[in-house]
Structure formats: C-alpha cells, structure tokens
C-alpha cells in the first residue's frame, strides 16, 4: 500500500496534476508512511521555492455587513443574531499603521458584500493606503462585483484579490448557496480579475456539508485551469446561527492532505495556513506549514470588533492584540524551523 501511495505522489508531483482515482487514494489512503511521504514531497516542493520563508498577511475584517446570504456564513444577511459593525476609513488606516509597524507588507481588507462601501467608497480607502503606505501589497477580499468595479479598485492601486469559488461543482454550489447566487458568475469574476492583471486567490472549505471525492476533484480542476497566484482552503466549521448549524466540521487531516495536494500540482501556489485550521486544532497552522503552506495571516482588525466576524464558531485569536497575533506566529513558525519575513511576500513565477 505504501509503495502505491508514493507512486501517486511522485507521479501527481511529476506531472501536475491528478487523476480521480489517485485523488480517491489519496483522500482516504490510512497508511501512515504513505500519508508522511505526501507531506514531505509537498513541503520539499515549497521549500525548494519559498526556502524556510514564510510570507504573512495582515487581515482587517473591515465590514461584516453582507447582502449574500451563504447558508454556511454566520455574517451571513439572515443572521439577526450578527451584531453588524462598519469601520471607519480612518480606523482602517490606523490598523495598517499598527500593521507595518509590526512588519507587514500586506494588508487584506475583507468583508461581506455591504453596500455602503460603493466604488467610490473602496477608492478611496485604496487610494489612501496605496499613498500612505507605497511598499505594501493592498488584497481585497469584498466578494463578486463588475469588471468595471474591479478595474476601478486596480486603478486605484489594489493589487491581489481573493475569492473563493466555494466549489466548482455545479449541484454542490447550489446546495451552499441561495439560487440568487451562482457559480458561473462566481468564476467568471475569478477570470475577470485575472486578466485586470490582479494577483488572484480562489479557494474553497474543505469538508462542506455535501463535499464528495469528485466535487474536490473538480476544485482541483479548477485551479489548474485558472491558475491562480493563491488558493485559500480550510475546513468548514459549523456556526450555530446558520441553517448548516448541525452540520459536521471538516476535518484537520483531509485539510493538510489536501494542501499537499495542492502545493504539488502548482507548486509555486501561495498557500496559507488558514486561522479556520487554526480553530481545529491548536498546532493546526504549524501543521498547515508543514504540508505545505507557505503563508499566515494573522488579524490587524481592532479588538473590540473581532468576535463579531464570526464566520464559524470558536474563531481563535479573537481577544488578542494585533502584535501578539503577530509575535506568537512569529514563535510558532520558528518552532517548526521556519520564519516569517519582512516582505510583500508577492507569487513567485
Ligand atoms: N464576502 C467575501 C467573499 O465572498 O469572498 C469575503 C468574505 S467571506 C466571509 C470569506 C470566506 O469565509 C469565504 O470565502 C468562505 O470560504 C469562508 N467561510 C465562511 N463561512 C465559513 C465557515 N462556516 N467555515 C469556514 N469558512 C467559512
């Protein structure tokens, strides 16, 4: 049985991709050998590009306004349980103030789909940090708008942006998502940014209710035809105020086997080590890294808003300040041999 896994290994790394049935033995192979050469391959493979460097991202959940109603999302619109909080474009500059200071070179400004922050709004916000801050990378994470939008926010001097595509299979996007939404413009969005020129991010949670060997198989599908600069997965965890309350949580190990996966089909991916993987396990981001992964983004959002962006429940690091977000990764990958670099932390081709 070993002997069968490392020759799946060797032969998706070979050829950069993968086969339903050797994505089967992959996600269900028990072999503890086997399951270990698939970690080490894929952190060999980031190694050989990233070296012990591991990029970070400051992420400032701006808004947890949103007019999607997701049926996994606690800021989902639905949710009257959500105490819904704005901050100010002032407050978001203070947050990357405090953010470079402490050695950022990125900052993520994400949140839900809220009106309120219009075209002319997320402008401006861009365009003050773009002046303020020039050597810093600006992500937007703000979900699905026009190519017109998209092109005004790149003007204005954003540079990445991260989208999930949830899944790329059809019946299974429909069962996360209300009819208004769908997949279709999702990636087409995905495609849009891309040839604005942005460095784009898809991605998707592992082990959302419905989620089967061939659904994943179409994700991986999906990046490989996009080939984004990043891909953004973790597990789906459960939140108690969605209509998935009940529903099971993805697990910690076919999230790390799926981030080795992924490093080795499009190894110069940026591939974080998601705070939801965090939440799963305490050393869950080390272990991320250590299938793989080359990036962490710790939050920079004020305090005294960080419980309200509840996607999931039991989010961690939602009373720490921002510098001890950003120490305890600092020890946590020097720990596992790695360390966290001053740097924009851009893809490297
Ligand atoms: N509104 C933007 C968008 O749609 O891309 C960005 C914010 S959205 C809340 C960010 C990501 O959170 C989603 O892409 C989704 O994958 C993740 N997320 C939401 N609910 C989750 C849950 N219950 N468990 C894990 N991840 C979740």
């Not at 698939?38 to 460097?53: F, M, P, Q, S, V």
């Not at 204005?156 to 997949?183: C, F, I, V, W």
């Not at 396990?281 to 939050?299: D, F, Y």
């Not at 990764?329 to 041999?337: D, P, Q, S, V, Y």
Request: charged fraction near 25%; include cysteine; hydrophobic fraction near 30%.
């Amino acid at each position: 049985m070993m002997q069968q896994i490392r020759d799946t290994v060797d032969s998706i790394a070979k050829k950069q991709d993968i086969s339903p049935d050797e994505l089967h033995l992959l996600l269900t192979a028990e072999d503890s050998g086997g399951l270990e050469y698939l970690r080490e391959k894929a952190r060999a493979c980031a190694d050989a590009i990233y070296g012990d460097r591991i990029f970070t991202r400051g992420l400032i959940e701006f808004t947890n306004y949103c007019r999607n109603d997701c049926l996994y999302c606690g800021i989902r619109k639905s949710n009257g349980n959500a105490q819904r909080y704005r901050l100010t474009s002032e407050e978001i500059l203070e947050c990357c103030r405090e953010g470079r200071e402490l050695g950022f070179r990125t900052f993520v400004l994400q949140g839900g789909e809220d009106p309120y922050f219009n075209d002319d709004r997320v402008c401006e916000i861009v365009s003050r940090i773009r002046a303020e801050f020039p050597d810093c990378a600006i992500t937007l994470s703000i979900g699905e708008k026009t190519r017109e939008s998209y092109q005004r926010y790149f003007d204005a001097g954003a540079d990445r942006y991260l989208l999930r595509h949830e899944t790329a299979d059809e019946n299974q996007y429909r069962k996360l998502h209300p009819r208004t939404m769908s997949l279709t413009r999702r990636k087409q969005c995905l495609y849009d940014l891309k040839e604005i020129g942005y460095q784009v991010g898809c991605g998707f949670m592992v082990g959302s209710p419905g989620q089967t060997t061939e659904t994943l198989y179409e994700d991986l599908q999906f990046i490989r035809q996009l080939q984004p600069h990043m891909v953004g997965i973790g597990p789906f965890i459960s939140q108690h105020d969605t209509p998935f309350a009940q529903e099971e949580s993805g697990t910690l190990d076919q999230t790390l086997r799926l981030l080795s996966i992924i490093r080795l089909i499009h190894p110069h991916v940026l591939l974080p080590a998601t705070t939801a993987l965090g939440t799963i396990h305490p050393l869950g981001r080390e272990m991320g890294i250590q299938a793989g992964g080359n990036v962490v983004m710790p939050n920079l959002s004020p305090v005294s808003v960080r419980k309200k962006y509840e996607l999931y429940d039991n989010k961690i690091c939602t009373g720490d300040e921002a510098a001890e977000c950003r120490h305890c990764l600092e020890g946590r990958m020097h720990r596992i041999g790695y360390r966290i670099v001053v740097d924009r932390g851009d893809y490297q081709p």
